[in-house]
């Protein structure tokens, strides 16, 4: 079977990926820090490109959001286009008094209630795990160009946490899980990783708190943060092999 929400060659794919949930994130990435950039996919206006950095292939593409988008799109990135890692990058909410906004997170791993682990790998599992490997790549650009992340476990809401309360959902957790921050796909990225033998990180910009109200960002801060993140996720896979 081939591929039906991605289509294009597979030699206009990289098997290096960040994967914003937005599509005009990608757009911004290529036109911003990728040289030669080129369209590779527009279906569903689901943009993808793929350019160079630091003289490295890298395809940029957008994810959607939520557990069922980001985890089809990265099924057919590591299926059918032979992607080998997928560095995730988004916002998130913080659920820990000690992770702050503008602070980025490295998910160690995601735990969920939601039932798609089940769904692909029959698994019962509430916790999918980040790839080691490419976790301690990105604390190593981390410290390389003096980008702070701070580490540990990620919960992924199926319910936009910010309008809706989900706290009868993380008391279903481990009192022991942790939780740093809140985030709607890196469960689903995790697990399709997983299933497939690939490796997959999340790394997340802190957008809201509450237990900082009154200290929104304003459109120009968020977008630094976010740029700095870009630069720490690029700077990390361009060192993977």
Do not use: W
Not at 1 to 18: F, G, Q, R
Not at 77 to 89: G, M, P, Q
Not at 108 to 130: I, P, Q
Not at 154 to 177: Q, R
């Amino acid at each position: 079977m081939n591929p039906i929400h991605i289509v294009t060659s597979k030699e206009n794919i990289a098997p290096l990926v960040l994967f914003p949930g937005d599509p005009l994130r990608a757009k911004y990435i290529a036109d911003n820090y990728l040289e030669d950039a080129k369209l590779i996919n527009d279906v569903r206006n689901m943009l993808g490109y793929t350019g160079t950095y630091k003289g490295k292939r890298i395809t940029v593409i957008g994810s959607g959001m939520g557990i069922p988008s980001a985890s089809l799109y990265a099924y057919e990135l590591y299926k059918f286009y032979n992607v080998k890692k997928i560095i995730r990058i988004g916002s998130a909410g913080a659920l820990s008094p000690n992770v702050h906004i503008r602070d980025i997170v490295l998910a160690s791993a995601a735990y969920s209630n939601s039932n798609f682990r089940y769904a692909l790998m029959k698994s019962t599992a509430k916790k999918a795990v980040a790839s080691n490997s490419l976790n301690q790549i990105i604390l190593n650009a981390s410290k390389r160009v003096n980008i702070p992340v701070v580490k540990g476990h990620v919960y992924t809401s199926e319910v936009f946490d910010v309008y809706e309360s989900i706290d009868h959902l993380l008391n279903k957790m481990p009192s022991n899980a942790n939780l740093l921050a809140c985030e709607m796909e890196a469960f689903g990225i995790f697990t399709v990783a997983d299933h497939l033998k690939k490796d997959a990180a999340c790394l997340i910009s802190i957008s809201d708190s509450k237990f900082e109200k009154g200290n929104d960002l304003t459109a120009e801060e968020r977008q630094t943060t976010l740029n700095q993140m870009i630069f720490l996720a690029l700077e990390s896979i361009t060192k993977t092999k």
